[in-house]
């Protein structure tokens, strides 16, 4: 046999390579849901139930099972529902979904709520709560192939995937109540193809299942830089890699809609009679009147439901969006639904203190943990932020976004209801000396790369461009697991999918984190979040606020210290001393992306998707920055005016509301370094 030259080698190697990393692609147990005894009867009708799911009247005939069973003499049900690839045959089908049946139960022993993703052909989960009809992106697996894309070809092979997942992805949501799965392929740089498949389960809507994927290619960032992977959800997946991994061949062909029949042509002939002549036009007569009657019937139904909707909305919020928060129904709570939750709002429930009001803890009656955010009646923004977070947020999914739960509109009452998280705000942990020094770097990093997963998201992968513009310490949620949650969208503005930049009298934020074009000017775009972003990267090396870092004895300005400290090659002195271990090399290129970050000329910085290829790859070379640009504190005076028109409204959010005017910094020349840390 010829010998094969090692890149043949390996590129062969490939499917086995993956077929090994994908026996088994995870399951989950969800301790929430509650266990069950061994031998109980429940633990009888759950085996009765995943034994009969795989079966043709559980099935829709392309891949789906749904079945439930109610307990004996209970209210209570078990759900289930299986779910097989989109090309895989029906005896691939079945024969996964037995061997999952017994796998799942086995690898989550008494968890009444299981998922399973198995030899990447099919999808098991079961419940004792409906998830038929419910789109859910958590829990979430992610798997990759362990070889990596060439990093002169990283930049075309990324955007063409991007495209060609955006291709699958709303082929897949149009895909119908019977299957929702799509697949594909795109030519990548280096003679490479791209192959790709998306689904989603037939039974959410085709708005649910592109939202779905939408999250899942958020997810992608962890990935990044892999030359195959993908994702799993309970209610969609995606994935890729350069070898067909599906067989478009054994793809079933959905049943063809039904032929639109034409009437039967007219057997008149000149022949007719005057009778019937006559029978003709008194039918037109009738059927002109009957259809005029319906019509106006019509109007003044249209008529009566826009009034009502008009009454609605005047209940509501006015403005443009109110009809937008009526469409948002399902999400309304009751006020009395939340007063009780929260102990009629006691301050030994009260989280904290925003610019516009209290945040609650609060449970609801099925036992979930709650927070509320109850906007302060006296607050003039109260009506617009309110509006903001519940249009803006009710339609974003990702891991490191906080979820809305709902909303709750009631006489002058405005109240937010998220998840609750239970370790509160970055701010609480990484500021205070205590719980900062068990923040050790592998948390400070996961947080870091977690917070930029998710400005991603709101900037590039949702189906919304959103500008935070208030991005700080006290908007980050972190959960029981550290991983971060952007909050507080009430300063948010939405941008369409092409804009780039947007202008604004109305200048809102926090001092110390806000950029200059913004704080000075009002102009605002992605870039402004990325000056924030820099901030936070800075404070979570330090350890320090912003605008109050000690340094022995001295108190001075983050960033005019962090670019001091880089200038003279000491950046180490920035560090926290609570660091005592983690990748210092890591350390330092944080604080050198931190300064990339907030650099006074906005074309300068980098974009989150160049962030996140600075975080994840030691090949990329870093630019060297330019001096950022300081803020010196001041009163509130004749100073301001240095910084703002007039006609500006400046309104400081937070506890972080220090005053300040600006203060132009000179650019030095930016040119590319081999070394990545300047000595």
Known sequence: MPAMDSSRFLFCLFPILFLIINQALGQVCINEKGNYTTNSTYQTNLNRLLSSLPSDENGNGYGFYNASYRLNS?????YAIGLCRGDVKAEGCLSCLNKSRYALPQSCPN?????????????????????????????????????????????????????????????AAAGGSLRKFAFGNTSAPS????????????????????????????????????????????????????????????????????????????????????????????????????????????????????????????NLIPGEDADEIGNAESLQFNFDTIRIATDDFSEANKLGQGGFGSVYKGRLLNGQDIAVKRLSINSGQGDLEFKNEVLLVAKLQHRNLVRLLGFCLEGVERLLIYEFVPNASLDRIIFDPIKRAQLDWDRRYKIIVGITRGLIYLHEDSRLRIIHRDLKASNILIDEEMTPKISDFGMAKLFVV??????????????????????????????????????????????????SFHHGENVEDLLSFAWKCWREGTASNLIDPALTNGSRNEIMRCIHIGLLCVQENIADRPT???????????????????????FRDSNVGSDMSLGWKNSSEVITTGSDQSKSSSIKASENEVSLITEVYPR
């Open 111 to 171: 968890r009444k709520e299981a998922i399973g993703w198995y030899d990447d052909n099919c999808m098991l989960r079961y419940s004792n709560r409906s998830i038929y009809g419910v789109m859910e992106t958590e829990p979430s697996t992610t798997y990759y192939n362990i070889n990596n894309v060439s990093s002169s070809d990283l930049d075309g092979f990324n955007q063409e995937l991007r495209k060609l997942l955006e291709s699958i992805r709303s082929e």
């Open 498 to 547: 092409d804009q780039t930049q947007g202008n604004t009298s109305r200048i809102v934020g926090t001092y110390g984190y806000m950029a200059p074009e913004y704080a000075m000017h009002g102009h605002f775009s992605v870039k402004s979040d990325v000056y924030s972003f820099g901030v936070l990267i800075l404070e979570m090396v330090s350890g320090q606020k912003n605008n």
């Open 191 to 314: 003679f490479q193809t791209i192959f790709a498949l998306a689904q989603c389960t037939p039974d959410i809507s085709e708005q649910l299942c592109s939202d779905c994927l939408v999250g899942a290619f958020a997810d992608i960032s962890s990935i990044y830089g892999k030359v195959g992977g993908g994702v799993n959800k309970p209610s969609c997946k995606f994935r890729f890699d350069l070898y067909p991994f599906y067989d478009p061949t054994s793809v079933k062909q959905l049943p063809s809609p039904p032929p639109i029949h034409s009437p039967p042509p007219s057997t008149n002939t000149t022949n007719t009679s005057q009778g019937s002549k006559s029978s003709k036009s008194r039918t037109v007569i009738v059927v002109s009147i009957i259809a005029s009657l319906l019509l106006a019937m019509f109007m003044g139904i249209c008529l009566r439901v826009r009034k009502a909707k008009k009454k609605l909305q005047s």
């Open 608 to 630: 989150m998707n160049v962030i996140v290829l600075m975080l994840n790859s030691y090949s990329v070379t870093l630019p060297v920055p330019s001096q950022p640009a300081f």
């Open 74 to 78: 209970s209210n209570e049900h078990i």
